[in-house]
């Protein structure tokens, strides 16, 4: 005899949400004839009323509740929370002998597979059981519509299956929601996240001076940035295992501050930008790329997809592959090194291909909307068109034609990150959704720029798959709090990280509602080559097997051969034309154009291209990096027009001094003193004229050093690509001290004694003139 759903009591609302699992969904209900096929004894028809039902996060499979009396809507919603007394796994076949009947394969109520005999009563009802057990695409519909309707939980952990998403804590004033989202940005990139958990940090090697003087200011430094490295990969494998407990930054966050304290970067409590720390701790794992080893295996499968391939195309030289380090973990995921250059549409003179980007590429979010794109690729395609008219006219003496800007991509990276940098913290509402509206789920990179070098290659492979991305999720900020969304490639949902909560929004068009509601701007946005897995969320890649793409050569026309890769026609043109800014001893503050003015130290009797004798602190060495690893400059705010009072100068291509010293007064990097060769010569930065006592430094080829403390700013002047551009600013203290009538020497002498003190070297100055 068949056994039939008992009728129950209906739970409370919340009941049928938690526990086990959600409710199934019902699809079509009616009454049916139905007999279990025996091949034993007859057993007799039953008619029942019969409910067809999907579980929301099952949508490919249907199952079915039989009653005796038709339920009441309570009794079924009681019956739904339940999967226990179903048929389950249904397939339906046609029944030859029966117009209005057909078989039912399914698992019985006790899981031991069955076949039902079914039939109804007109063929209207046959046609509609039919469909309805047949139509995966029904289940489906109804399965995403239940799950619309159901209120977003939050959870600390969201997982189904083997697919893992977290939450990660953040005390009260610990404020570390801009370090959380980067973790989760880590985790939810997979080549990224990949490369974290099969690499080996290898520990720091003592040198012989280091292990006689027991260790020193550079090895503790270098200690703590590989401790660093090491625990974020901590943070990765803990984040892979659910029975790890909850999640906690706080490691993290005290290793970056232990290692930025001088300049109070990540000072526990303070806030941070989300994209400083991707872009600092990216740096940092470029500047650890000697201590960092990837698995023969995890090696072997990279160049099988061509992922540290970085090769130009025979005959092309105009830009250089040394930029791309085939052992850093940032060169590898977020390499694309996209190229500018300047080409007048007169006479059609070009100037020398710049690197504009290379790990993440920044976007000004009104330039973006200026160009009212309905797309992410066309709107990439079309933003140089919004920066054209800045770039003014064509520098050939005979010529006057307007300047454009060409862009070609020299590498597709899995990753692609871009930055959205906004001119307010509150923008419009309709801002935020004009510029949601134009995040397209997939980005062909072949299209949105010009492609040459080893992306040109990259087209011709299997019809391209190497240039299509998935966008895979964003950082957004709103009122001194950052957010994360991330999209789960398994269960197809969007998901959003709180800090702590993982919430489930579902759609894109509720995630684009959310935003606009909350007016979270977006930040960080990545995109990603689709992983061969079903769920790029899984965390167990370990030991995976990369299919290996087909070698084939193609022939790539080369791009017309221009003079080598060196000095900007920018900086040269402002060299040459522009009269350098003279010092006076009076008087230090001067007023400026709104252009820089760059001086070029190039004086052959005061070289700083070799490093003196002397033993005085005062030498600081600036001995650039190998070019493989050296930091592309941020041309776009290198070129900025100088603020009153500031100045550019630029260094020799082969200085290793500085010709200054620098010291950290205040909160200010500081010109201090201007060290001398052993028999008492200047050096081209204090004949110059230029570089004025206690100016501070703004930055250095774009790459803001004031926050720093003096050895790292040394060391990003060391990593900086050359030639060498560093950004100063008239200092204000000895401004003040020649307004209260002091000379320019008693103002020195003053801050020089006072340690920068402007109150303690007036003083200074009123006793020594008694």
Excluded at 9 to 35: N, R
Excluded at 291 to 298: A, K, N, P, S, V
Excluded at 349 to 356: I, K, P, T, V
Aim: charged share 20%.
């Amino acid at each position: 005899m068949m056994s039939d759903t008992p009728l129950a009591t209906s739970p409370p609302a919340s009941a049928a949400a938690i526990g086990h699992g959600l409710p199934a969904v019902e699809i079509f209900s009616g009454w049916m004839q139905i007999k279990t096929q025996s091949y034993v004894n007859v057993r007799p028809r039953h008619v029942r009323y019969s409910v067809l039902a999907v579980h929301p996060m099952k949508p490919t499979s249907i199952m079915m509740y039989t009653f005796k009396f038709q339920p009441s809507t309570d009794e079924l919603a009681a019956a739904l929370t339940s999967t226990k007394q179903t048929y389950s796994e249904l397939k339906f076949v046609p029944w030859d002998k029966r117009n209005c009947g057909f078989f039912l394969h399914a698992l019985d109520k006790e899981n031991r597979p069955c076949v039902l005999e079914v039939d109804v009563k007109t063929t209207e009802l046959f046609d509609s059981w039919a469909n309805n057990l047949t139509s995966e695409s029904v289940w489906r519909n109804v399965a995403a519509a239940a799950l619309e309707k159901l209120p977003k939980s939050n959870t600390e952990m969201w997982r189904k299956g083997a697919s893992i998403h977290r939450g990660l804590q953040n005390g009260t004033g610990e404020n570390n929601c801009f370090l959380n989202v980067i973790i989760q940005s880590f985790w939810h990139l997979v080549p990224l996240r990949r490369l974290l958990l099969d690499v080996t940090i290898k520990d720091l090697p003592a040198s012989d001076d280091d292990k006689a003087n027991g260790g020193g200011e550079t090895q503790d430094g270098a200690a703590a940035a590989t401790n660093v490295l090491k625990t974020l990969k901590a943070t990765m494998m803990s984040y892979e295992d659910p029975s790890s407990g909850s999640l906690h930054p706080k490691e993290l966050r005290q290793g970056l501050s232990l290692l930025y304290k001088t300049d109070q970067l990540f000072a526990e409590g303070s806030m941070a930008d989300a994209e400083e720390t991707l872009l600092t701790i990216l740096n940092l794992m470029h500047q650890q790329s000697d201590l960092i080893q990837l698995t023969e295996t995890e090696r072997a499968a990279l160049k099988r997809t061509r992922t540290v391939a970085s090769k130009s195309v025979d005959g092309y030289v105009e830009k250089p592959v040394a930029i791309f380090d085939p052992n850093s973990i940032p060169h590898i995921v977020f390499s694309h090194q996209i190229y500018d250059r300047n080409v007048c549409q007169s006479c059609h003179h070009a100037s020398s291909w710049e690197l504009c980007s290379n790990l993440v590429f920044s976007i000004y979010a009104t330039a973006a909307l200026s160009l009212q794109q309905t797309d992410m690729g066309s709107m990439l395609k079309h933003l140089p068109d919004a920066i054209n008219g800045d770039l003014g006219t064509c520098h050939v003496d005979t010529c006057n034609g307007k300047l454009a800007t060409e862009r070609v991509i020299h590498r597709f990276p899995p990753v692609f990150a871009m930055s959205l940098l906004w001119s307010s913290n509150s923008p419009p509402k309709e801002d935020i959704q004009a510029l949601l509206s134009t995040i397209s789920d997939t980005l062909d990179l072949s299209e949105a720029f010009q492609v040459d070098g080893e992306a040109a290659k990259m087209t011709q492979v299997m019809h391209g798959i190497r240039c299509q991305y998935r966008f895979k999720g964003f950082v957004c900020y709103y009122g001194k709090h950052y957010f994360a969304f991330f999209f789960s490639t398994a269960h197809q949902r969007w998901l959003l990280f709180d800090d702590n909560k993982v919430t489930d929004i579902g759609k894109w068009t509720a995630v684009v509602d959310h935003c606009v509601k909350g007016r979270y701007q977006p930040v960080l946005l990545f995109y990603e080559i689709p992983d061969a897995r079903k769920d790029s969320s899984i965390g167990l890649f370990r030991g995976e097997t990369v299919v290996a793409l087909p070698e084939e050569r193609t022939t790539t026309q080369a791009s017309p051969p221009s003079p080598p890769l060196g000095k900007s026609k920018l900086l040269a043109a402002l060299s040459s034309s522009a009269s350098p800014p003279l010092r006076s001893d009076t008087c230090v503050s001067t007023e400026r154009g709104p252009a820089p003015v760059v001086r070029t130290l190039q004086d052959a009797d005061k070289s700083l291209s070799f490093l003196p004798t002397s033993a005085s602190k005062l030498w600081q060495n600036i001995t650039a990096v190998n070019e493989a690893i050296a930091m592309p400059p941020r041309t776009n705010i290198m070129l900025k027009p100088a603020q009153p009072h500031e100045y550019d100068v630029e260094f020799p291509v082969d200085a290793v001094v500085l010709g200054l010293y620098l010291e950290k007064l205040d909160d200010d990097l500081c010109v201090t003193a201007f060290p001398r060769t052993p028999h008492g010569a200047m050096l081209e930065a204090e004949a110059s004229g230029v570089i004025g006592l206690f100016d501070t430094v703004v930055m250095a080829n774009g790459h803001p050093l004031g926050h720093y403390s003096v050895e790292r700013a040394l060391k990003m002047i060391q990593a900086q690509k050359r030639p060498l551009r560093i950004r100063f600013k008239q200092s204000q203290r000895v401004q003040t001290l020649l307004d209260m009538g002091f000379t320019i020497d008693q103002a020195l002498d003053g801050l020089r004694a006072a340690r920068g003190s402007i109150d303690a070297a007036a003083e200074h100055c009123f006793t020594s003139q008694t």
